[in-house]
């Protein structure tokens, strides 16, 4: 539930958000639907990338600010991805727990979306949560994404998980 005064930003992924990606992602807890918790040497590599959004083809990572003080609450991004015969962007995020439950995720992920459309290379978002993931499965119904189904999908690499494929189209009308 959204509470009056819980204000949800988006800010360029930065060298100081290692402490913030090590929570997010090196943690059994906070990794319980992508296969576990990353290595020290995973997350540093990752937290490399996101620091050069060159390396995301033209999409960007960013930390999800929220509540009265601007805190770094999770992140959130969108990067190029084949799929299905077509490019198209995908997109993902995670909110520390002490942020969960206020409606910050579902209001980061509508932000994604504008600068998504905004970046404008891509007609589609999709965006894989893990079928058992009912909260991401209710951030991408509540940002407007479309349910195309269940998929099997390798995240991370040599891990298969069954994943439900949610997609916006960011120009809108018909094919």
Known sequence: MDRPGW???LRLWAESDLGLLTRLLGDPAM???LGGPETAEQLRTRHARYCHPDELDGGAMYAVLAGPDGAAAGSIGFWK???RGQIVWETGWSVLPEFQGKGIATRAARLIVERA???GKHRYLHAFPSVENAASNAVCRKAGFTLLGAVEFEYPAGHMMT???WQLDLVGGAE
Do not use: F, I, M
């Open 163 to 165: 994943c439900h494929d």
């Open 7 to 9: 204000e949800v930003g």
């Open 117 to 119: 459309r905004a970046a």
């Open 81 to 83: 991805k084949a799929w």
């Open 31 to 33: 990794t319980e639907h």
